[in-house]
């Protein structure tokens, strides 16, 4: 029996970027139209607008500008060569998020279910391709999710229990990151799934530099 252990991240890699092509094939023929109207109007009417702040924090939080810059901060941190591999993955991504907008034609919510309540936005934000999937904030927090996991499971300086609130916090972000782009009415719940996979992906991708 393979210990999955001894598994090569490359290869849940494979398997997940696979799943992300098959779902978008699914998205593309609008098979989960009602799903995602419904998940939207439910967390909508369940949550309150007392929320809508902190989820807009959020939304700072996943663009392209944030996530791009603690990168290259863990770069400079680590001091590795391999990091700038890191990069190229994550280069590559942006290049697979926007092949997903172009040829998958899923258009976001409508206006009515917009709840971003931040004055400020960064320049990425205006960059309207006409389509919602995938989500780019939810692929960007799951690669970027993956690469701390894997620093916070190599230092040795940190506790067991250390390490299991970190690994509990990266969830918790990634969580409501998840809620956050369908209840702001950003992206439908598809959106969201299909980002997920692809920055799983390609951050298990990434790994392959790093080990």
Same mark, same amino acid.
């Given at each position: 029996m393979i210990r999955h252990d001894k598994i090569p991240p490359v290869v849940f890699g494979i398997f997940l970027f696979a799943a992300f092509m098959l779902f978008s094939y699914l998205v593309h023929k609008d098979l989960f139209t009602q799903l995602d109207f419904n998940t939207t109007v =439910?967390?909508?009417?369940?949550?309150?607008? %007392?929320?809508?702040?902190?989820?807009?924090?959020?939304?700072?939080?996943?663009?392209?500008?944030?996530?791009?810059?603690?990168?290259?901060?863990?770069?400079?941190?680590?001091?590795?060569?391999?990091?700038?591999?890191?990069?190229?993955?994550? %280069?590559?991504?942006?290049?697979?998020?926007?092949?997903?907008?172009?040829?998958?034609?899923?258009?976001?919510?409508?206006? =009515?279910?917009?709840?971003?309540?931040?004055?400020?936005?960064?320049?990425?934000?205006?960059?309207?391709?006409?389509? *919602?999937?995938?989500?780019?904030?939810? %692929? =960007?927090?799951?690669?970027? *999710?993956?690469?701390?996991?894997?620093?916070?499971?190599?230092?040795?300086?940190? *506790?067991?229990?250390q390490k299991y609130l970190l690994y509990g916090l990266t969830a918790s972000v990634v969580a409501l990151m998840f809620i956050s782009r369908i209840y702001l009415g950003e992206h439908w719940l598809s959106d969201v799934i299909g980002g997920t996979l692809l920055g799983s992906s390609c951050g298990l991708f990434a790994l392959t530099f790093l080990l």
């Open positions: =439910r967390l909508q009417n369940h949550i309150s607008r %007392a929320f809508d702040t902190l989820f807009s924090f959020l939304s700072l939080l996943g663009s392209v500008e944030i996530v791009s810059i603690i990168l290259l901060l863990l770069w400079f941190v680590f001091k590795k060569m391999s990091y700038i591999f890191v990069l190229c993955i994550y %280069a590559l991504f942006h290049l697979l998020e926007l092949f997903g907008k172009i040829f998958v034609y899923h258009p976001g919510p409508s206006y =009515r279910f917009f709840r971003y309540d931040l004055g400020f936005n960064f320049p990425s934000s205006y960059v309207q391709p006409g389509s *919602s999937y995938p989500s780019g904030h939810l %692929a =960007r927090t799951l690669f970027l *999710s993956v690469i701390l996991v894997f620093i916070i499971y190599r230092l040795q300086k940190l *506790s067991n229990m």
